[in-house]
């Protein structure tokens, strides 16, 4: 298997502009997550999805931020408009409802200038 | 509130030294625990996980925790640590709560290995 594939890997815009981030998970796997990673905040859950259902998006900043699942072999996680405070890593994770362990993603590099 | 401690934000050892990293954490039940391992660059991944039984874990790359109740602690151990080893570590819990998979992370510890 692939592992979980993220596009692309990195990411630079100008404020104000749209920004999208894709997240490819396992095959078979039936919960998707949506993490971003900075050095202040660390590892932050934004949103994760459980059979391609939003299951707990309390940790989306904003309403700027939006992200979807439209089925089980694809996620998008959207910005607009996008911030310099919005630069950061943004992981996608994927994990099978019986094993509990979450496999990661490469990750996207945005940065906003 | 829920809450994942790794008091330690940096170590440094030198190569074929053992290594402790701690995790604490703050639940009432026992949840599960976990560790993952990022090197520079990439993406997290899993070093061991501790559900239930042996309080023992053995993990990759010659990685072992152990569960400890009365401390409410997973400490992350190898005796002897080698130059790729160094990364960045993080403990991370899920309360076990039905469906509920959102895990609770610590901030990290950032190894460094001397030669």
């Known amino acids: 298997d692939a592992g979980v594939i993220q596009s692309p890997r990195h990411e630079v815009t100008e404020m104000g502009q749209e920004v999208t981030l894709r997240c490819k998970p396992i095959?078979?796997?039936?919960?998707l997550f949506w993490y971003r990673q900075t050095m202040m905040r660390g590892l932050e859950l934004l949103i994760y999805?459980?059979?391609?259902?939003?299951?707990?998006d309390s940790g989306m900043p904003e309403d700027r931020f939006s992200a979807k699942m439209p089925n089980a072999s694809f996620s998008t996680l959207k910005i607009q408009p996008s911030e310099p405070r919005d630069s950061a890593v943004y992981f996608c994770a994927s994990s099978h409802d019986s094993i509990h362990e979450q496999f990661f993603g490469p990750g996207t590099r945005l940065t906003v200038l | 509130a829920q809450s994942v401690t790794q008091p330690d934000i940096h170590i440094t050892v030198s190569e074929g030294a053992s290594l402790e990293l701690r995790c604490n954490y703050s639940?009432?039940?026992?949840?599960?625990l976990f560790w993952y391992v990022q090197s520079p660059g990439q993406g997290l991944q899993l070093l061991l996980k501790y559900f239930s039984g042996d309080t023992l874990v053995q993990g990759i790359k010659g990685f072992e925790a152990e569960f400890k109740r009365s401390q409410s602690s997973f400490n992350l151990r190898k005796p002897s640590v080698h130059w790729s080893d160094a990364a960045e570590y993080f403990c991370?819990?899920?309360?076990?709560?039905?469906?509920?998979?959102?895990?609770?992370w610590g901030l990290g510890t950032s190894l460094a290995v001397n030669p």
């Open positions: 095959s078979g796997h039936d919960y």
């Open positions: 999805f459980n059979n391609n259902v939003p299951i707990d």
């Open positions: 639940y009432g039940a026992t949840p599960y």
């Open positions: 991370a819990v899920e309360p076990n709560a039905g469906n509920n998979r959102k895990l609770i």
